[in-house]
């Protein structure tokens, strides 16, 4: 089905050909069209445009209402003040645009897709192989799950990847260790959970750093094993693929309780890139974009310099060979640039590595990598605290685990859900506890912008009250429990009808949903969709108090009622799924 033009596309368009009309030399002029609390719209472009021909701007604007072509979707427009317009719309023109985007059958309620979609690369969800996820690891996942549900509705192109930290120096240690005590990890993975497969490794790594730091012969060996590992031995590499799938089987279970699907083929982790390193290095020195300094391979800046004022370089290659991230990073946007084909790469990474980002961007561009037409951005986010406003830490001090933070959640939310539960068995009070927990966790990272940190605060994220998941998916149940005892009733629309002002008010921000996905989209900002699904939720909360539904004065008032409840429950959970959060039909 075609994309549905909203309310306010309409009426830009007939106020912007109005403009051209009373004043030819302006051209195509913009009106400046925004939601009013005075009237349906504001238009305020008028004063402007005055202010540039010489006119008088309420003089301007008493032309501009006369030229309007109303037609059925203007009922009224006036002037106010030194110049500006407040429009309102006709019911009938909100009832039936929501016709229209409740009648498309594809599910996208009339969302257009992108007219010229590209390929964007996106760069998230980066666990570190033999090491147990913590809550350093939850906004990275979630935030880019996010985005990547937007990009994807809205017809781009996008390629997952997850740039796991697969490589370096402590897999020597590991594989060492493993080479001399073979039975540490004898077992079958198909037969392990995840989290028994990380704690097999966690065991081992425990064991084996004990015996490097202690013993100067076993330390000798594992720093011999680095060396085999990079030039490719087959036993070593054999061994390293084996910490990599104990790793992943945990990665999945972790994956999976946050309700988000990683694939096993986005997986291209620091040891993909491997085989460019060298060729990555070769281009930047012939290019004279790196330099050696000292024995290393470097990248100099003129306006990146430490406390001493001297420059801090970027180090591509260390001066005993070896290579850092920013080998790894350099090689992975060649790849992505050059194979993958990518417009735009995206990485949803840490604030704290915004400095390290900023010269791998800019080394790439002095190289050619990134220019006008590729460009790369850094999705930086904040650091998630606790109650105390300090860095969320277990009362012993050390980092909350992920898998624990999630158990957490979900005990906290089955016992809301128990205890609001009329007709649920255990099995599905589980159930339900999961998906509102885990969307719990999600809405309150995702409700923050990203840049910002944010308090983990489990008692607020699973209140029925304010701005929480929870809220929103209990609207979206009591809709779906006032469709049920509507029985045979079916929703249907009725433009011929009045609307209360509760009506109208949730109208026109249903209408307003599209706008916001295509904004939360290229902004790559996901907390722009939950603010427009809190105040839909606040919105139909308010029409619920005032207009009653089921008991409606008349039988296409009882039609058209539920039909604002089914349109805005079909919102509601796809604005949700779009930010990776289920919504249960009974709560």
């Known amino acids: 089905m075609a994309s549905v033009t909203s309310l306010s596309d309409s009426v830009h368009q007939r106020l912007a050909a109005a403009l051209s009309a009373a004043l030819p030399q302006a051209g195509s002029a913009d009106p400046l069209l925004r939601r009013s609390d005075r009237a349906d ?48 719309v006709s019911d009938k023109a909100i009832t039936e645009n929501l016709s229209a985007r409740y009648a498309d059958d ?19 969800a980066q666990p570190n192989v033999a090491k147990e996820m913590h809550v350093g690891h939850l906004r990275s996942a979630v935030i880019g799950d996010a985005v990547v549900q937007l990009l994807e509705f809205t017809g781009e192109n996008v390629v997952r990847r997850h740039h796991i930290g ?12 493993l080479d001399e005590h073979p039975h540490e990890l004898d077992h079958d993975s198909a037969e392990v959970s995840g989290e028994e497969a990380m704690s097999n490794l966690d065991r081992l790594y425990k064991a084996s ?42 990665f999945f279970s972790v994956f999976e309780k946050l309700d988000m699907e990683i694939r096993d083929a986005d997986i291209v982790g620091e040891s993909g890139y491997n085989d460019m390193l060298a060729e990555t290095c070769r281009l930047l020195e012939e290019s004279g974009v790196a330099v050696r300094s000292e024995g290393a391979l470097c990248v100099f800046f003129d306006d990146i310099k430490g406390p001493d004022g001297k420059p801090v370089p970027l180090i591509v ?64 986010f904040g650091t998630v605290l606790g109650k105390d406003g300090k860095p969320f830490k277990t009362r012993e001090g050390e980092t909350v685990r992920l898998v624990d933070l999630l158990d957490e959640a979900i005990d906290r939310a089955s016992a809301v859900v128990r205890e609001k539960a009329q007709d649920l068995s255990e099995e599905e009070i589980a159930e339900r506890g999961a998906q509102v927990g885990v969307g719990a966790v999600k809405y309150a990272d995702l409700s923050t912008s990203a840049n910002r940190d944010y308090k983990f605060d489990l008692d607020q994220m699973v209140s029925l009250n304010g701005d929480t998941s929870v809220y929103l998916q209990y609207a979206y149940a009591r809709i779906q429990s006032i469709l049920r005892k509507a029985g045979e009733v079916r929703p249907a629309a009725h433009p011929e009808l009045e609307l209360h002002a509760a009506e ?84």
């Open 166 to 177: 697969d490589w370096g120096t402590q897999f020597g240690m590991l594989i060492q260790y």
């Open 106 to 124: 594809t599910g996208r309620l009339g969302v257009p897709l992108a007219e010229h979609p590209g390929t964007t690369v996106i760069d998230y």
């Open 504 to 587: 109208r008010a949730l109208g026109l921000h249903l209408d307003a949903f599209a706008e916001t996905v295509t904004e939360a989209a290229r902004e790559y900002a996901p907390h722009k969709m939950t603010a427009y699904l809190y105040q839909l939720a606040s919105l139909y909360t308010t029409f619920y108090d005032k207009c009653p539904v089921l008991k409606a004065e008349t039988p296409q008032q009882v039609e058209n009622r539920l039909f604002l409840c089914d349109i805005t429950a079909r919102t509601l959970h796809r604005g949700m799924s779009l930010l990776g959060i289920r919504t249960p039909e009974r709560l």
């Open 209 to 250: 750093r004990k015996l490097f730091d202690s013993d100067e012969e076993f330390k000798t060996r594992a720093r011999r094993r680095v060396v085999d590992l990079q030039a490719g031995d087959e036993k070593t590499l054999a061994m390293w693929q084996k910490f990599v799938d104990e790793s992943k089987i945990y």
């Open 317 to 380: 290659q260390k001066s005993d060979g070896g290579y850092g991230y920013a080998a790894t990073d350099l090689s992975a946007i060649r790849d992505r640039v050059f194979h993958l084909k990518a417009d735009s790469l995206i990485y949803v990474v840490d604030a704290r590595q915004s400095l390290h980002f900023k010269m791998v961007f800019e080394t790439a561009r002095k190289a050619g990598w990134l220019n006008d037409d590729v460009k790369a951005y850094q999705l930086a």
């Open 41 to 88: 719209f504001q238009a305020n472009g008028i004063l402007a445009l005055a202010k540039k021909a010489k006119a008088n701007p309420r003089e301007l604007a008493t032309q501009v209402v006369a030229r309007v072509e109303s037609g059925e979707l203007l009922r009224d427009i006036e002037v106010s003040g030194p110049g500006f317009l407040n429009i309102t």
